[in-house]
């Protein structure tokens, strides 16, 4: 006989949570591990790892449950920033950031809910509230990247609500939000290299929940969302941008073997993405001559 909790999905959490900006306490939902819910299949170019869907649990949708979101305020974070410490010295700035959230989150969905099951649109919602969040985080817990990451993540998300529902215009805001991703994570990598902003306040740098791809997956993600969402309006720019890609991604794919913080993955597809990115420069420079 099966248990009714091996049928499960998710489950709220036992101790419930105290929002530090409004002092509203809750539950977090959690996904369920292991039972065969989730059967990881390939890696996309983006770095997302896809599921397959199981025939006991259907399809699921591991991204939506992780961020942490008050349902009363909004507020929402990733969830070792969500208790943090530093939170007392930014509360009044996302304490009067409130009506801003729930405005500008309120023009894109309808009928949030943050206090049952969540679905698609709660899962989407929870990083582009994440993304505004961390506008008011100090430099030290590094929010730019973690902005790239939610951007990256929205996109996902929306990307699957377009496939459930294709004639609500997800597809237009995945774009949006890819090119957010793009913007922040070439901001990230350019304030570590300058010492404006150090990526040591997040450990894992994702981008998905499944492996770490730490710096080298930073690397790749920078050149691919640019290759793939950034501006094709100028040739000649295009041209300067997707040289210096070129330079961005040997720093990875030149020196070809893998390690641990090199898996042969990453290696691999950006071997490819520099290869891409040649043949692309080739065919606009004749237009340029």
Same mark, same amino acid.
């Given at each position: 006989m099966v248990e009714e909790?091996?049928?499960?999905?998710?489950?709220? /959490?036992r101790n419930a949570i105290r929002c530090q900006i409004c002092d509203?306490?809750? &539950? %977090? +939902?959690?996904?369920?591990s292991g039972g065969g819910r989730l059967m990881a299949g390939e890696l996309a170019h983006d770095l997302r790892r896809i599921y397959e869907p199981s025939k006991k649990f259907g399809e699921?949708?591991?991204?939506? &449950?992780? @961020?942490?979101?008050?349902?009363?305020?909004?507020?929402?974070?990733?969830?070792?920033?969500? @208790?943090?410490?530093?939170?007392?010295? @930014? %509360?009044?700035?996302?304490?009067?950031?409130? #009506?801003r *959230? %729930?405005?500008?989150?309120?023009? $894109?969905?309808?009928?949030?809910?943050?206090?049952?099951? *969540?679905?698609?649109?709660?899962g989407a919602a929870s990083y582009f509230l994440a993304i505004m969040c961390y506008d008011h985080y100090d430099k030290k817990m590094s929010p730019t990247i973690k902005q790239g990451i939610c951007a990256l993540r929205a996109a996902w998300v929306f990307n699957d609500l377009h496939r459930k529902s294709p004639n609500e215009n997800w597809e237009y805001l995945a774009k949006q939000f &890819?090119?957010? /991703?793009?913007?922040?994570?070439?901001?990230? #990598?350019?304030? +570590?290299?300058?010492?404006?902003?150090?990526? /040591?306040?997040?450990?894992?740098?994702?981008?998905?929940?499944?492996?770490?791809?730490? &710096?080298?997956?930073?690397l790749y993600l920078t050149a691919f969302l640019e290759y793939q969402y950034g501006s094709k309006q100028d040739i000649k720019s295009r041209v300067d941008k997707l040289e210096k890609l070129k330079r961005l991604i040997s720093k990875m794919h030149?020196?070809?073997?893998?390690?641990?913080?090199?898996? /042969?993955? $990453?290696?691999?597809?950006? %071997?490819? #993405?520099?290869?891409?990115?040649? $043949?692309? @420069?080739? +065919?606009l420079s004749k237009e340029l001559v």
């Amino acid at each position: 006989m099966v248990e009714e909790s091996d049928k499960k999905v998710t489950f709220f /959490s036992r101790n419930a949570i105290r929002c530090q900006i409004c002092d509203n306490s809750f &539950y %977090k +939902e959690e996904l369920f591990s292991g039972g065969g819910r989730l059967m990881a299949g390939e890696l996309a170019h983006d770095l997302r790892r896809i599921y397959e869907p199981s025939k006991k649990f259907g399809e699921l949708f591991p991204l939506i &449950y992780y @961020i942490i979101v008050c349902p009363h305020c909004l507020f929402a974070s990733f969830p070792m920033d969500f @208790i943090a410490g530093e939170i007392v010295k @930014i %509360k009044p700035r996302l304490e009067a950031d409130t #009506l801003r *959230r %729930k405005d500008t989150v309120g023009m $894109i969905f309808k009928d949030l809910n943050f206090t049952e099951p *969540r679905r698609l649109t709660e899962g989407a919602a929870s990083y582009f509230l994440a993304i505004m969040c961390y506008d008011h985080y100090d430099k030290k817990m590094s929010p730019t990247i973690k902005q790239g990451i939610c951007a990256l993540r929205a996109a996902w998300v929306f990307n699957d609500l377009h496939r459930k529902s294709p004639n609500e215009n997800w597809e237009y805001l995945a774009k949006q939000f &890819y090119r957010k /991703s793009g913007f922040f994570y070439a901001q990230a #990598l350019d304030k +570590e290299q300058t010492g404006a902003e150090l990526l /040591s306040g997040l450990k894992n740098l994702g981008p998905d929940l499944d492996k770490n791809y730490g &710096y080298e997956g930073l690397l790749y993600l920078t050149a691919f969302l640019e290759y793939q969402y950034g501006s094709k309006q100028d040739i000649k720019s295009r041209v300067d941008k997707l040289e210096k890609l070129k330079r961005l991604i040997s720093k990875m794919h030149g020196i070809g073997k893998a390690s641990k913080s090199k898996p /042969s993955v $990453i290696i691999n597809k950006a %071997k490819d #993405l520099y290869e891409e990115i040649g $043949i692309e @420069i080739a +065919e606009l420079s004749k237009e340029l001559v």
